[in-house]
C-alpha cells in the first residue's frame, strides 16, 4: 500500500478545525444564491484566486467576509455535513470542530441558529458516517473580554452540549492575558480551554495560555520551538499540540513545507497532531495535510503513526474511548 493510501485509511482525529473556515467557495455561491446575496466575487474560480495571503489577517478579512452568506440553521447543517463527509473519507473518527460565534450573533444571527445547525450535523456525522464531534466555542481575540463574557452567557443553554471554548481570531497584539477571567469562569463552568497560541505570536503568549488561561492543549504552537525551556515545559506537561502545515504554509508561518518543524516538534518529545484549520481556503483537508507534509519532511511511517496516535490522546474523549481508538489503531498498522 502506498503511503497515500495509508494515510487515508489511518485513523485519525481532528482536533483543529474551523467549522466556518470548510465552506467551500461552491457551498458559498449555493448559499449566496438560496439566501438572496450579492457575492463580490464573480464565480468560484474568482473567489479561489482571491486566496493568495501573506499573513493571518490578510486570510480572516476574507473568512470573516466569506461567512456572512451563512444565515439560516440550515445553512449550518449544510456547512457541517459538507465538512464531515469530507473529513470521513480522510480516515477521520472524531473531530472536534471550532466555530466562532461572534462572527454571526454580531450579524444579528442568533445563537441558537449556529448551535442548533452545526449540533443537528454533529448527530447526523455519527449515524451517517461513524465519525463522533464536540464542539469548541472560540472567542475572537480581536474583541473584548466582555464580548467574550457576553457570548459565555448567550451559551448557556447549550452548555451540556459543548466540550470546552478555544481563543481565535488576530494573535499579534491580543495576548491570551487578555482573557484570564473570562477562561477561569469557563474553567469554573466545567469546560475544557484551547487556546490560538505562538502562530504569529511570540514564545510568551504560549507562556501565557498555559500559565494564565490554563489550556488543556494548545492550537499551533509553532513559536515555541524559540524557547528551549517552554519547550521542555511543553513535553513535561504533555501538552498536545494542534499543528497545521497547510495553514502554516498558506499564512507564511513557514517558507516551505520542506522547511516545516513538525518532525523537529516529535524529535523534542512535543505532543503534535495534525489537523487542517480552514481546509476550504488553505488547499486542502486532514489527509492532504499528513501527505503534504510527510512528503516534504520525509516522515516515517512511524512518525506518521505517532502524530495519528496523539490526536487521540489528545482527544477530549474519556479513557476508555481514546483505548478503543488506540487500539483500532493498532489493528491498522498492523494489517499494513
Ligand atoms: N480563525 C480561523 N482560522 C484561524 C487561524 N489559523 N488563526 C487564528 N484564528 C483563526
Ligand atoms: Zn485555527
Not at 486566496?51 to 493571518?56: E, I, K
Given at each position: 500500500m502506498d503511503t497515500r493510501d495509508f494515510i487515508a485509511g489511518l485513523p485519525k482525529a481532528e482536533l483543529h478545525l474551523h467549522i466556518e473556515g470548510s465552506l467551500e467557495p461552491e457551498l458559498m455561491f449555493a448559499l449566496a444564491r438560496r439566501n438572496r446575496i450579492d457575492l463580490p466575487f464573480p464565480t468560484v474560480e474568482a473567489v479561489r484566486a482571491a486566496?493568495?495571503?501573506?499573513?493571518?489577517q490578510d486570510f480572516l478579512d476574507i473568512y470573516y467576509a466569506g461567512a456572512d452568506v451563512l444565515r439560516t440553521e440550515q445553512d449550518f447543517h449544510d456547512l457541517a455535513d459538507a465538512y464531515f463527509a469530507r473529513a470521513a473519507a480522510d480516515g477521520v473518527v472524531h473531530a472536534e470542530i471550532f466555530f466562532d460565534p461572534q462572527t454571526h450573533t454580531d450579524r444579528g444571527i442568533p445563537f441558537q441558529v449556529v448551535a442548533d445547525g452545526l449540533l443537528a450535523a454533529m448527530r447526523a456525522a455519527e449515524q451517517r458516517h461513524g465519525v463522533t464531534s464536540k464542539l469548541i466555542l472560540c472567542f475572537l481575540r480581536h474583541l473584548d473580554e466582555d464580548a467574550a463574557f457576553a457570548t459565555l452567557d448567550a451559551a448557556e443553554p447549550w452548555l451540556d452540549r459543548i466540550a470546552g471554548v478555544g481563543l481565535d481570531s488576530s494573535e499579534l497584539g491580543h495576548p491570551p492575558e487578555k482573557f484570564a477571567r473570562v477562561f477561569a469562569e469557563a474553567g469554573k463552568l466545567g469546560l475544557k480551554r484551547v487556546a490560538h497560541a505562538g502562530e504569529e505570536g511570540p514564545p510568551d503568549y504560549v507562556w501565557q495560555a498555559l500559565d494564565l488561561l490554563n489550556v488543556d492543549r494548545l492550537d499551533h504552537g509553532n513559536r515555541s520551538l524559540e524557547d528551549p525551556q517552554l519547550v521542555r515545559t511543553l513535553a513535561e506537561r504533555e501538552m498536545t499540540l494542534t499543528v497545521c502545515p497547510l495553514s502554516n504554509l498558506k499564512l507564511c508561518v513557514v517558507d516551505s513545507l520542506a522547511q516545516h518543524p513538525i518532525d523537529r516538534m516529535l524529535d523534542c518529545g512535543l505532543y503534535a497532531t495534525i489537523n487542517s484549520d480552514d481546509p476550504a481556503y488553505f488547499g486542502g483537508y486532514v489527509a492532504d495535510n499528513y501527505r503534504a507534509v510527510a512528503a516534504a519532511r520525509g516522515l516515517t511511517r512511524d512518525q506518521i503513526v505517532q502524530l495519528a496516535r496523539n490526536s487521540f490522546t489528545g482527544s477530549f474523549l474519556d479513557d476508555a474511548s481514546i483505548a478503543a481508538h488506540l487500539d483500532r489503531l493498532d489493528a491498522y498498522v498492523g494489517a499494513h
Open positions: 486566496y493568495q495571503f501573506s499573513r493571518l
